[in-house]
C-alpha cells in the first residue's frame, strides 16, 4: 500500500535554531496536512495545504511556521526559531480528492534543547 | 471553538466484551466522523468512517451517530489484546479541516 514518508524520524535542535521537517504524502493526493502532538496529549491539526497554497490553518500555526511544497514530491514544515514547548511528534498526512481517509506518515520526533 | 471531546479513559475490558468508546463533538456543521486507532509511538490509522445519523457495522466495529445530539460513538465486539490502543475521534468540519480528541486509552485484558 502506498505510504507518507517522514524524514527525519527523530531532530534534536537548540532552542531558537531553525528546522524544516519533510513529507513525501502520496503521490496523487491533493491535500496535505501537518499536525502535531505533544507526548500523552491530543493530535492537533496545523495546518492544511490544497492546490499550493494554505487553504487552513489554526491558531497553533503562527509566524514562526511555515509550509512549503518546493517540488512535486516534497512537503515541508518550517519552524523558524524553536521553542521548548515545541518539543512534539509531527505527523504530516495526506488525502486523495474523493476521499476523507486521512493517510499519516510516521512522524517526526522533535526534541528542543 | 471546534472542539472534540472523549473520555480519556482508561478503559479496560476483558477479552471478548464489548468495548463502547463515546465522542462529542461543539460544532454542527460538522460533516463526517471518524475513529482513528493509535498504537503508542505510532501513528494514527483510521478504522471507521460515519456521515449520516444511525448505525454503520465493519466486523466487530460498529460506529454510531447522532447529528441532533452531537455525539459519536464506537462499540467493539469480542474485543481483543490486539484492540488495545488509543482511539481517537475525529471530525471534519465544514472548513475542511480534520480535528481530532485526546483519545480514550483501551486495555483488553486477555
Known amino acids: 500500500e502506498p505510504e507518507v514518508t517522514q524524514t527525519p524520524s527523530h531532530q534534536v535542535t537548540q532552542m531558537g535554531q531553525e528546522v524544516i521537517l519533510r513529507c513525501v504524502p502520496i503521490s496523487n493526493h491533493l491535500y496535505f496536512y501537518w499536525y502535531r502532538q505533544i507526548l500523552g496529549q491530543k493530535v492537533e491539526f496545523l495546518v492544511s495545504?490544497?492546490?499550493?497554497?494554505?487553504?487552513?490553518k489554526s491558531e497553533i500555526f503562527d509566524d514562526q511556521f511555515s509550509v512549503e511544497r518546493p517540488d512535486g514530491s516534497n512537503f515541508t514544515l518550517k519552524i523558524r526559531s524553536t521553542k521548548l514547548e515545541d518539543s512534539a511528534m509531527y505527523f504530516c498526512?495526506?488525502?486523495?480528492?474523493?476521499?476523507?481517509?486521512?493517510?499519516f506518515g510516521s512522524g517526526t520526533q522533535l526534541s528542543v534543547l | 471553538q471546534k472542539e472534540v471531546e472523549q473520555n480519556s479513559g482508561p478503559l479496560s475490558v476483558p477479552e471478548g466484551a464489548i468495548a463502547s468508546l463515546n465522542c462529542t463533538y461543539s460544532?454542527?456543521?460538522?460533516?463526517?466522523f471518524f475513529w482513528y486507532r493509535q498504537y503508542s509511538g505510532k501513528s494514527p490509522e483510521l478504522i471507521m468512517s460515519?456521515?449520516?445519523?444511525g448505525d454503520k457495522e465493519d466486523g466487530r466495529f460498529t460506529a454510531q451517530l447522532n447529528k441532533a445530539s452531537q455525539y459519536v460513538s464506537l462499540l467493539i465486539r469480542d474485543s481483543q489484546p490486539s484492540d488495545s490502543a488509543t482511539y481517537l475521534c475525529?471530525?471534519?468540519?465544514?472548513?475542511?479541516?480534520?480535528?481530532f480528541g485526546t483519545g480514550t486509552s483501551l486495555t483488553v485484558i486477555p
Open positions: 460515519i456521515y449520516s445519523n
Open positions: 460544532d454542527r456543521g460538522s460533516q463526517s
Open positions: 498526512a495526506s488525502r486523495d480528492r474523493g476521499s476523507e481517509k486521512l493517510f
Open positions: 495545504f490544497y492546490n499550493n497554497e494554505i487553504s487552513e
Open positions: 475525529a471530525v471534519n468540519t465544514r472548513w475542511n479541516q480534520f480535528y
